[in-house]
């Protein structure tokens, strides 16, 4: 919570002047790197995050429970029954877009979802995904 917290506030606060999906990208990618040195954000490793299924959610077992198969599509919750915007960014040019909100739906997501915080090279890898689907 408290890395969270600490990163959004600085994506915030001018650390990153992140506007748009490629400069979050980038931000996670560069986080990865630290990590794991020639890291390189991959639609197709955020594809398979995107679609695959955790034992840990009852009801949500992966990001398609709720939000569709076709990502360009409106989801609704699985539980709340509320409607969630489309998650691809060609169909929700909002997606990706602001810093504290993009860290704030992994953060809950991620718990909900796969049972632990998403690292941040599954971030870049999701967001590489979201920003190619059509």
């Known amino acids: 919570m408290k890395r ?47 679609r695959q299924a955790f034992s840990i959610a009852e009801g949500m077992p992966a990001c398609t429970s709720c939000h569709t198969d076709a990502p360009t599509r409106t989801g609704q919750h699985a539980i709340t029954g509320k409607r969630i915007q489309p998650l691809a960014v060609a169909a929700n040019s909002e997606r990706f877009t602001e810093p504290a909100k993009v860290e704030k739906w992994f953060g809950r997501n991620c718990r909900e ?13 999701f967001i590489a995904f979201m920003s190619e689907v059509r």
């Open 4 to 50: 969270s917290f600490l990163l959004a506030l600085f994506l915030v606060s001018g650390g990153l002047h992140a506007e748009t999906p490629g400069q979050i990208l980038q931000h996670y990618a560069s986080e990865a790197g630290k990590t794991q040195p020639g890291f390189t954000a991959s639609a197709q490793r955020g594809e398979r995050l995107y």
């Open 113 to 125: 979802i796969i049972g632990r915080p998403c690292t941040a090279s599954e971030k870049a890898d």
